[in-house]
């Protein structure tokens, strides 16, 4: 199932989409500005996000467990702000077994447990402002080639 949110959405409210199991595409716009607590958590089958790609200058958080066990195959997260105005949520991306690639364009803090479980990640690009990395952002992360 493939969901169209109005593009005039900020907020993605916590818990709004938990355990939709068949849902596997968001298509949001690039106007999200907040990813609220387990707002996608144990979406199994979600293999895309549009508001996670690169174009979004918007995005400022992702809460706790926010994609936690979801289906994500890869990220391209454009978080904007610095560490004190933005955020990115314990666990957010936790046991997403189909993740296997990460790029981290304009973040400068990874969270704690952060990618906790994923157990195909194999790669990760940082940028260059990168300040801060949480422990056991990688922990469990067994195939995890090149940061």
């Known amino acids: 199932m493939r969901v169209n949110l109005n593009p005039k ?4 409210a916590p818990s709004c989409f938990a355990e939709c199991r068949n849902l596997a595409y968001i298509d949001a716009g690039n ?5 609220g607590d387990y707002a996608f958590y144990n ?25 936690a066990g979801s289906g ?25 077994k189909q ?23 194999v790669d990760v690009k940082l940028n260059n402002y990168h300040s801060y990395v949480n422990p056991f952002a990688f922990a469990n992360c067994r195939t995890l080639a090149k940061i």
């Open 9 to 12: 959405i900020s907020d993605i």
């Open 31 to 35: 106007k999200v500005k907040s990813v």
């Open 43 to 67: 979406c199994s089958s979600l293999s895309g996000v549009s508001f996670l790609a690169s174009e979004n200058k918007e995005l400022t958080r992702i809460g706790n467990y926010a994609f």
């Open 72 to 96: 994500l195959k890869s990220i391209k997260l454009n978080l904007q702000g610095s560490v004190a105005d933005s955020s990115i949520n314990t666990h957010c991306f936790a046991n997403c």
């Open 99 to 121: 993740l296997s690639s990460v790029e981290m364009i304009n973040s400068t803090y990874l969270g704690d447990h952060m990618f906790d479980g994923c157990d195909n990640l």
